[in-house]
């Protein structure tokens, strides 16, 4: 949004998202806090609303990823951190 200038869509945040928000926590110590607190709020609730909307087709595909990511960390150094980190997105 632009005052003045209207409302623009765009197909990714990019930049334009992320810099102000990676300023604020590196200029504002407690703001990393703050963060880490509506983040764990956030989260909680959604992870509530989706156990309890669950279908068993969605249970089994939690347990997939699940699975998918402790083979990962079981490899003990030999999965890459990109390997891990596409297990970890997927997972959660």
């Given at each position: 949004s ?5 409302n ?12 102000p ?6 200029g ?5 806090r ?18 309890r ?29 990109a ?9 959660h």
């Amino acid at each position: 949004s632009r005052q003045g200038g209207g409302n623009y869509v765009s197909d990714s945040l990019g930049s334009s998202f992320s810099d102000p928000l990676l300023s604020l926590i590196e200029g504002r110590p407690e703001a990393q806090r703050d963060l880490l607190e509506f983040r764990h709020t956030l989260e909680a609730d959604c992870a509530y609303y989706a156990a309890r909307r669950a279908t068993d087709l969605d249970r089994q595909q939690l347990q997939e990823a699940y699975d998918a990511l402790q083979a990962c960390y079981a490899r003990e150094g030999k999965a890459t951190r990109a390997e891990e980190g596409a297990a970890d997105a997927r997972f959660h």
